[in-house]
């Protein structure tokens, strides 16, 4: 087993070895090109996500954006990453369709071991992020955790264990504290209704530009 495959099998590893300093050194080429890139370069900043995930990517990235890798971040459609969040994706880092972050939210694929002595050695574990989740500001998903479907991880949140679809869960640690239900689908913010009247004119001008 080399380096590399030690990783994905969540063993312990080092990652000075096997190329693994140059993958990084060239993601963080990327890295600083995109989080230099101007408000009006869309095109250009496309065209690095492009590279910086491998594939082409149908999602929008506010600057500043920070990985380790990029290549090891599977990003589905149409996903909002607010300003200043941190990948660390050292392991996978897998997200669905429609996921929001907001700002600076980290998700950490690695831990390290207690013990002193070894603490320079890393081990790593996926992290999954399901379709439609929201996850709120300053919110930290630590190694292994699969977050369920349409979920809410409220602002700075961290969320060490697994949490379930259709779920709202804040804390530190993060606990589920009940269901999206269908009062959601009538009230937006605290007893502040959803009104056709308000949906129709929303929708209208932003159609607008």
């Not at 060239?26 to 995109?34: L, V």
């Not at 999954?128 to 977050?147: K, L, M, Q, Y």
């Not at 379930?164 to 913010?189: H, L």
């Amino acid at each position: 087993m080399n380096m590399r495959e030690r990783i994905i099998a969540g063993k312990l590893f080092l990652d000075n070895c096997e190329g693994l300093p140059e993958e990084r050194l060239r993601a963080k080429k990327r890295m600083m090109a995109f989080n230099q890139t101007s408000p009006d370069e869309v095109e250009r900043r496309f065209q690095l996500l492009d590279e910086i995930f491998g594939i082409r990517i149908n999602a929008w990235i506010e600057p500043p954006f920070y990985f380790c890798y990029g290549s090891n971040i599977e990003l589905g459609e149409e996903c909002y990453i607010n300003m200043g969040c941190s990948f660390i994706d050292d392991a996978k880092i897998r997200i669905g369709d429609k996921v929001a972050f907001g700002p600076s939210v980290t998700i950490a694929t690695v831990g390290h071991p207690v013990h002193p002595e070894y603490r320079r050695l890393m081990y790593g574990n996926p992290v999954t992020i399901e379709d439609n989740c929201w996850i709120g500001a300053s919110a930290t998903v630590c190694p292994g955790v699969t977050i369920g479907e349409n979920s809410v991880i409220g602002a700075g949140s961290v969320v060490t264990k697994d949490i379930p679809k259709n779920s709202v869960a804040v804390g530190n640690p993060c606990r589920v504290i009940r269901e999206i239900n269908q009062r959601d689908r009538a009230f937006y913010y605290k007893d502040q209704p959803f009104l056709a009247e308000d949906l129709e004119e929303v929708y209208r001008l932003n159609s607008t530009n």
